[in-house]
């Protein structure tokens, strides 16, 4: 069964640093997106993404955030500079078509990123 | 604002049904009802989703109320492999959502021998 695969597992960064999540959506997918977890809280949603541009993004995902399809198969999430309270999970979602009209998303296992 | 309701947690045997309700009472006429589930930190699942009819699948099975004010998500023979956090979501994909999930607490779902 075909799979989101988010690389990598887990990453460590000094903060101030700048990270890059990289995620592989499902091959005929049309939909992106991604969602964080801090530790003990909800799945929360930061942006979704199609026709290369963002659909929807929510308050947490400011400037320091950006995403990109780089090319035709990895979708990728950029913190600029990195802080203290970036520390979580982040997963990458893909659906075929806008949830809502009978296409699920589907996850990644994440990316725990810890920020020192 | 949370659109569904779910109980904290609730516990269940190994080998009976696990029925998980979910309150949607604010519901509207094009959300759909999707469940997922988050075993420990891995990301979440999908398990099934409806408007207006009950679903089955290999997974489970979900059944919707007529007036659609809230629902139930079978798991037929819980195994302890879905010892899990179980999310229920209305979402409509539609108008200027672009089928963004909401997740809320969820209800922790622990299946015992």
């Known amino acids: 069964e075909p799979e989101v695969t988010q690389t990598p597992s887990h990453q460590v960064t000094q903060m101030g640093q700048e990270v890059i999540l990289r995620c592989v959506p499902i091959?005929?997918?049309?939909?992106f997106y991604w969602y964080r977890q801090i530790l003990g809280q909800k799945v929360e949603f930061l942006v979704s993404?199609?026709?290369?541009?963002?659909?929807?993004k929510s308050e947490i995902f400011d400037d320091q955030f950006s995403v990109e399809r780089p090319d035709g198969s990895n979708f990728t999430l950029k913190i600029r500079s990195t802080k203290l309270e970036d520390s979580a999970m982040y997963f990458c979602?893909?659906?075929?078509?806008?949830?809502?009209?009978?296409?699920?998303?589907?996850f990644g296992d994440g990316t725990r990123l810890s920020i020192l | 604002d949370a659109k569904t309701t779910q109980p904290t947690s609730m516990d269940c045997a190994e080998g009976r049904a696990a029925n998980l309700p979910c309150n949607h009472s604010?519901?509207?006429?094009?959300?759909?009802v999707y469940w997922y589930r988050q075993i420990h930190s891995q990301g979440p699942q999908y398990i099934i989703h409806?408007?207006?009819n009950n679903e089955t699948n290999e997974m489970a099975s979900l059944i919707i109320t007529e007036d659609r004010k809230s629902s139930t998500l079978i798991l037929p023979h819980a195994t302890l492999r879905d010892t899990a956090v179980y999310y229920c979501?209305?979402?409509?994909?539609?108008?200027?959502?672009?089928?963004?999930?909401?997740f809320g607490q969820g209800t922790i779902l622990t299946v015992h021998p």
């Open positions: 979602a893909s659906s075929s078509a806008r949830t809502g009209v009978n296409q699920p998303q589907h």
């Open positions: 091959s005929n997918h049309l939909y």
């Open positions: 993404f199609y026709n290369n541009e963002i659909s929807e």
């Open positions: 604010t519901i509207s006429g094009n959300e759909y």
């Open positions: 409806g408007l207006k």
């Open positions: 979501i209305v979402e409509s994909g539609g108008g200027t959502s672009y089928g963004k999930l909401t």
